[in-house]
């Protein structure tokens, strides 16, 4: 088991940023393929951002491509989600995911991660 564990959440205006971390307690996430998801009320939970295991490719969803990017900070055993110019199709409980190695080359899929944070709510409004 990997947990991880989501913060950063919250409320922003709109036009305005939040960054979302996700740590893995007790564990590093180096070698990890990692990845962003959302679900909206009412919604399935979506694709918004992932890397592959070291960092060097990164995906994201149309909707939040020049947005949005998903850093690591190796030393802090963290991967972020920087979300810029928030606008009102982005709320929702935001998770992180993980997928421990080997991984495939490319784009993961939703069912292909192993290990789920348990969320964090991100809201936007003046």
């Known amino acids: 088991q990997v947990p991880l564990v989501e913060s950063g959440g919250g409320l922003a205006q709109p036009g305005g940023s939040l960054r979302l971390s996700c740590v893995a307690s007790?564990?590093?996430?180096?070698?990890?393929?990692m990845g962003w998801f959302r679900q909206a009320p009412g919604k399935e939970r979506e694709f918004v951002a992932s890397?592959?295991?070291?960092?060097?490719?990164?995906y994201y969803a149309d909707s939040v491509k020049g947005r949005f990017t998903i850093p690591r900070d190796i030393a802090q055993n963290t991967v972020f989600l920087q979300m810029n110019s928030l606008n009102t199709e982005d709320p929702a409980v935001y998770y992180c995911?993980?997928?421990?190695?080997?991984?495939?080359?490319?784009?993961?899929?939703?069912?292909?991660?192993?290990?789920w944070g348990q969320g964090t709510q991100v809201t936007v409004s003046s």
């Open positions: 995911a993980a997928r421990e190695p080997p991984v495939r080359h490319g784009k993961l899929t939703r069912r292909e991660y192993e290990y």
């Open positions: 007790g564990r590093t996430l180096r070698s990890y393929a």
């Open positions: 890397d592959n295991w070291n960092g060097d490719y990164t």
